[in-house]
T-cell receptor, first 114, second 115 residues
Framework: AQSVTQLGSHVSVSEGALVLLRCNYS??????LFWYVQYPNQGLQLLLK??????LVKGINGFEAEFKKSETSFHLTKPSAHMSDAAEYFC????????????FGRGTSLIVHP | DSGVTQTPKHLITATGQRVTLRCSPR?????VYWYQQSLDQGLQFLIQ???????AKGNILERFSAQQFPDLHSELNLSSLELGDSALYFC??????????????FGPGTRLTVL
């Protein structure tokens, strides 16, 4: 069965510090992986996705993620946090072979301190 | 503004009742997706329609049903409501069948409260 685990329901960083949000997955087929962001009182917005090809994926707002098959991970990083990055982040796995039947992680709330 | 509209914004009803949530996709988008976000279950994909046809199904209960109309708007019907159905229901749309290669645009959601 496919599953996705986000380590840490809350991550707190200082403005300007590195952001690292962890995501591990379990899939019996080649996975497709996504990161979405949800700002307060809003719907989700796609940050980036991995389908095939290059394992280092760059997204919007300076975020990037690296697909590591050996570690079954897809961690999200940003070199320097900004106050506007405070939001809920979801790691999403699709193991349906590309039809998009997603499994969502529980989410990580990113808190950015001035 | 994603261009996806959902009505109503808030809905309060009682257990055992039936409600209908409405979604209008972005102009030109053929696919509509429904999601449920609750404290207990987190975010769950419910169902996808493409150009009027059911395309993919996730964790949608039998008490729930959806359809996409010829004008491409979609409705999610929730019946025999239970307290646990209280959640935020999101609709999203994309241009084509999309799968993993397309981007979905999310609406602001409908908050359902079952008392």
């Amino acid at each position: 069965a496919q599953s996705v685990t986000q380590l840490g329901s809350h991550v707190s960083v200082s403005e300007g510090a590195l952001v690292l949000l962890r995501c591990n997955y379990s899939s019996s087929v080649p996975p497709y992986l996504f990161w979405y962001v949800q700002y307060p009182n809003q719907g989700l917005q796609l940050l980036l996705k991995y389908t095939t090809g290059a394992t280092l994926v760059k997204g919007i707002n300076g975020f990037e993620a690296e697909f590591k098959k050996s570690e079954t991970s897809f961690h999200l990083t940003k070199p320097s946090a900004h106050m506007s990055d405070a939001a809920e982040y979801f790691c999403v796995l699709d193991a349906s072979g590309g039809s998009y039947i997603p499994t969502f992680g529980r989410g990580t709330s990113l808190i950015v301190h001035p | 503004d994603s261009g996806v509209t959902q009505t109503p914004k808030h809905l309060i009803t009682a257990t055992g009742q039936r409600v209908t949530l409405r979604c209008s996709p972005r102009s030109g988008d053929l696919s509509v997706y429904w999601y449920q976000q609750s404290l207990d279950q987190g975010l769950q994909f419910l169902i996808q329609y493409y150009n009027g046809e059911e395309r993919a199904k996730g964790n949608i209960l039998e008490r729930f049903s959806a359809q996409q109309f010829p004008d491409l708007h979609s409705e999610l019907n929730l019946s025999s409501l239970e307290l646990g159905d209280s959640a935020l229901y999101f609709c999203a749309s994309s241009v084509g069948v999309a799968g993993v290669y397309g981007e979905q645009f999310f609406g602001p959601g409908t908050r359902l409260t079952v008392l």
